[in-house]
């Protein structure tokens, strides 16, 4: 039985579709990615798993629980790290980390988890005096201290040096290696290409294509060879918002003969 | 509480003391039957008890909730097996001690600055300093409520701390009010809260009609506030 099942889920706010039709599977023990940009419903979607949002139409189960109806029960199963940092600024690592383990029922040991996520030493330092990557290992931390049969990671990343990246992709592959299903939402493809079993690329606020990373890139380019990156551009469409920069900044402080000779020539060249 | 808040601490610690040393300290004629204790002091020491409540309860409540709010502290937990009411709870919690702190000094200071006599009423001071406390931070609830944003719950905190003020008799006795206004006044948590008090700690009766409003202020501000309050 699949981990996470999401069927055909819509959601809207007022004119803007934010998510139009999704459907994906995600099997236990897989890294699952949801890759797209800014505003293809990722966040939405995601949301509408953990049960943020109620989605308008279409059907989500995670491990067999409606995320509205039985969110009591998911929250017990389900370890979130959201996009922002969402933490107080003068409360400690420990006390965070101690604080949600006094949320769940069974939960691992806050000391040793500190330990595995190498904040040993940061134990007693404020959260607004940890660096980029500890605030985000700390927030792995309170994702993974209940103990969640499945965990979401959103943006995981963003913000992060290379090597604060790579020590953070290691970590998200013990805690798959411990049995937790990661379903992984993220835009920078090295991450996708190197964590994910599957990805889905979402675009406007569908599923473009879902498949192994090197699926992806071999559906775009015959074979291999060619990188994510191109195969990730190829899907989500060129960038058709708006006139280009050029048109926004041109023409300031133009007379109007100057401005009717600019429209010719962008006639010209479009 | 100190290291997180330290600003938030200022006023109720400081500004109820100061006010109680610079005004109790006048020469006024001693209330009848409490040996020592002046009609001025009669009257600033249960004024600067609601305005300790009432800093903390309408002012720093709401601020904290919304800065909450504005940081996804409140959504974060809300992906957690905790309910976000337990946040409201220590919230309150947290508010208790200061204002139980600020109260506590004032009057420790009353008593050996300006020789307090105990209360005459301790039962009726018991009802009336819980029903103010209740009320005020019903409306600080109402306020974090209606707040979009950290800066707005300060300011919408400010004007309705000052308004119930200004109205309850906290700038002055309610008699220097118009009468409409000072009637008005009577009956809101601050002048409500004023009077209760100052009944109390003299031996006066308690108005039944103000406690009264003092418990329908509670019932209605936090009803209201929980119909409209968003965690995100």
Request: proline share 5%.
């Amino acid at each position: 039985m699949a981990v996470i099942e999401v069927r055909d889920i819509h959601k809207r706010y007022g004119d803007t579709v934010a998510v139009d039709g999704v459907c994906f599977d995600v099997e236990a023990g897989e890294i699952f990615g949801v890759l797209g940009r800014n505003g293809a419903g990722k966040t939405t979607t995601v949301e509408i798993i953990e049960g943020l949002r109620t989605p308008d139409s279409g059907l989500v189960r995670v491990l067999g629980l409606d995320p509205v109806r039985d969110h009591r029960a998911l929250r017990t199963v389900l370890g979130v790290q959201l996009q922002e940092g969402a933490l107080p600024d003068k409360a400690t690592a420990g006390e965070m980390v101690r604080l949600y383990r006094s949320f769940y029922a069974d939960g691992a040991d806050p000391d040793r988890l500190l330990g595995e996520l190498g904040l040993d030493d940061k134990r007693d330092t404020f959260v607004d005096e940890l660096s980029g990557g500890q605030l985000q290992r700390l927030s792995i931390a309170l994702a993974l201290v209940g103990k969640p049969r499945v965990a979401v990671l959103d943006e995981l990343t963003s913000g992060l040096d290379p090597r604060a990246c790579r020590d953070t992709w290691e970590l998200i592959e013990q805690v798959r290696a411990a049995g937790v299903t990661i379903l992984l939402v993220t835009h920078f493809m090295d991450e996708a290409q190197r964590l994910c079993d599957r990805i889905a690329v979402f675009d406007r606020g569908r599923i473009a294509a879902l498949d192994t990373p090197d699926g992806l890139v071999a559906r775009t380019h015959g074979r291999g060879g060619a990188s994510l990156d191109e195969a990730f551009l190829a899907m989500t469409g060129a960038d058709d918002e708006g006139d280009g920069l050029d048109d926004v900044l041109g023409g300031a402080g133009l007379d109007e003969a100057d401005r009717a000779r600019g429209d010719a020539d962008g006639q010209v060249w479009s | 509480m100190v290291r997180r808040d330290t600003a938030g601490l200022v006023i109720p610690l400081g500004l109820p003391l100061l006010l109680l040393v610079m005004n109790g300290s006048g020469d006024s004629p001693p209330v009848p039957g409490l040996d020592g204790m002046s009609q001025q002091l009669a009257y600033v020491l249960p004024m600067v008890i609601v305005l300790t409540i009432a800093t903390v309860g309408v002012i720093n409540m709401p601020s904290f909730l919304a800065t909450y709010r504005r940081y996804k502290i409140l959504r974060r937990l809300a992906v957690t097996p905790a309910r976000p009411s337990m946040v409201l709870v220590a919230q309150a919690v947290v508010g208790l001690a200061q204002a139980f702190a600020g109260i506590v000094l004032v009057v420790v200071a009353a008593a050996v600055l300006f020789g307090l006599s105990a209360p005459a009423d301790p039962l009726g001071l018991v009802v009336a300093l819980a029903l103010t406390t209740t009320a005020m931070f019903a409306l600080g609830m109402l306020v974090a409520a209606v707040s979009p944003t950290p800066n707005a719950a300060l300011a919408i905190g400010l004007v309705s701390f000052f308004v119930l003020m200004a109205l309850g008799g906290g700038f002055g006795p309610r008699g220097n009010l118009p009468d409409g206004v000072a009637a008005v006044g009577a009956y809101l948590p601050f002048g409500a809260g004023l009077d209760t008090l100052m009944a109390a700690w003299t031996g006066g009766p308690l108005d039944v009609v103000q406690l009264g409003a003092l418990a329908g202020v509670t019932v209605v501000a936090a009803a209201v506030s929980a119909r409209l309050f968003r965690w995100e």
